[in-house]
């Protein structure tokens, strides 16, 4: 197994260029299972998880050419005739049900074995299932399967009782061909739906309403093929504005949209950052003067975001004063909170409430281990500000979402090697 060695870095300086986002890239490429022309997606990250959904487009019968030079990947769903997602796809990412509802729509039925939990919760589906139930399809659970079947899908009044980001997507794909208008209510907003609205719109179907919590989907006979780029991804975006905090450094940020990463930024200027909206990108200063604390309380989008907690709690070992965290979003998210503690942070979690001493700069070089994707970027960083060196294993968590992560640390001036053990 491969693992990072981090050395204590001084501040970061220079500049960062930010990828596709993996969570607006892998629903997109879901949606291509909609229509049987050839879409061409651009800008997306080349990570295992994009990996594993072109090896479950390709079992179901897809076309699909992989272009890293130009970071394009084509596929062509005339072929499309399996409604089958075996478990050793899905168990290697729990995105494979974003195929479910693109599935229903084209061949009236899916099969997917039932995607288990994970280290930050049990990651139920039920959300997802009784709103295509909602659109008129049969949905039973059996033997670990999540089998779906439908004549004709048919709008409806869709209510989620959670603004879940992966049953948005998932009603939204099956509802945009469905017969009628369907209105999802209490939908997710993040920027990666809106993305998703807009590479189906561009397939021809209309919606409306993407980015609020009131998603009107006027149903259309079929869909067309379509080019789109995905939109820079938030989350790297904000891990690299947090490693500029940490290290005291001075980074400039490009190919990023500010106003996807609002209330990271607002916290980082709370605790005491500069965050200057440059032409040429994002510049985020963490040595402009002394960092203190501040509170953190994750929410659905335009909250703040729950990916970015663990790396945000990284830096508030390192401020000034006492922080407090609350997680809502899910209810296992505080693991790299031990691993922190290992490190020399005194970090006391009380179910989803966490309280972050500060003041621990510099930390102790330790072995930890991620537990989860953005636990282990939060690992990364404060391996960068911690006393001699971290060796951080488990990273394959890591090298899901962020593309070439130590080129691009190391561009920066970060003292990071992987090595395999
Ligand atoms: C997406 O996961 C992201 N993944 C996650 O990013 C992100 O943390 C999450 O949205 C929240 O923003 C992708 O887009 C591939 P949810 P998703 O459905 O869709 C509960 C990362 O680090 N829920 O909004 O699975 C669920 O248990 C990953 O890139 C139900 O109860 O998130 C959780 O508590 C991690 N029933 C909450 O909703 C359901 O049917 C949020 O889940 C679905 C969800």
């Known amino acids: ?42 800008d997306v990250p080349r990570l295992k998880d994009i990996d594993v959904m ?11 050419d992989e272009d890293w030079d130009e970071h394009i990947i084509r596929v062509d769903g005339s072929g499309i005739s399996v409604s089958e997602v075996p478990y050793d796809l899905v168990k290697l990412m729990r995105a494979s049900i974003f195929v479910m509802g693109p599935l229903l729509a084209r061949l009236g039925k899916a099969s997917i074995a039932q995607p288990g939990g994970c280290a930050i919760g049990d990651r139920p589906i039920d959300l997802h299932t009784k709103g295509l139930k909602t659109l008129g399809a049969r949905v039973m659970m059996s033997e670990g399967l999540v089998n779906a079947s439908v004549d004709r899908l048919k709008g409806a009044l869709v209510y989620l009782d959670f603004p879940s980001v992966g049953a948005t997507e998932n009603i939204m794909m099956a509802a945009s061909v469905a017969d009628g ?38 149903g259309v006979p079929s869909l067309h093929g379509a080019r789109h780029a995905v939109i ?37 200027i709370e605790c005491g950052a500069v965050v200057e909206d440059e032409l040429e990108g994002l510049r985020v200063r963490g040595d402009a003067g002394k960092l203190v604390a501040t509170d953190i309380k994750t929410l659905p989008y335009p909250g703040f975001p729950t990916d970015m907690q663990a790396p945000f709690m990284a830096l508030l070992t390192t401020v000034s004063g006492t922080s407090t965290v609350i997680e809502t979003v899910f209810e296992n ?33 330790a072995h930890v281990m991620s537990t989860d994707l953005r636990a282990g970027a939060a690992l990364v960083l404060a391996g960068l500000v911690a006393k001699g060196t971290t060796e951080v294993s488990q990273i394959y968590h890591i090298e899901r979402g962020y593309e070439n992560f130590v080129e691009k640390l190391s561009g920066l001036g970060a003292k990071i090697k992987r090595v395999e053990d």
């Open 181 to 218: 208008v369907t209105t999802i209510e209490n939908a997710a907003e993040e920027p990666e739906i809106v993305d998703l609205a807009s590479f189906l719109n561009k397939m021809g179907a209309k919606i409306k309403g993407a980015g609020t919590d009131t998603i009107k989907i006027e």
């Open 54 to 64: 072109c090896r479950i487009l390709r079992s179901l019968g897809a076309k699909v």
């Open 1 to 42: 197994m491969a693992k990072y060695i981090v050395e204590q870095s001084g501040p970061l300086h220079g500049e960062v260029e930010i990828s596709g986002a993996k969570n607006a890239a892998l629903p997109i490429l879901a949606a291509t299972v909609l229509t049987a022309d050839v879409c061409e997606i651009c």
């Open 232 to 268: 820079p991804d938030r989350i790297e975006t904000g891990t690299f504005m947090v490693a500029a905090a940490i290290t005291r450094g001075n980074v400039l940020i490009k190919n990023c949209l500010p106003d996807h990463v609002r209330p990271v930024m607002a916290k980082l």
């Open 333 to 365: 998210r505080f693991m790299h909170a031990a691993e922190l503690s290992r490190m020399g942070a005194n970090i006391r979690v009380d179910g989803r409430n966490a309280v972050v001493p500060g003041d621990k700069r510099p930390l102790t070089g």
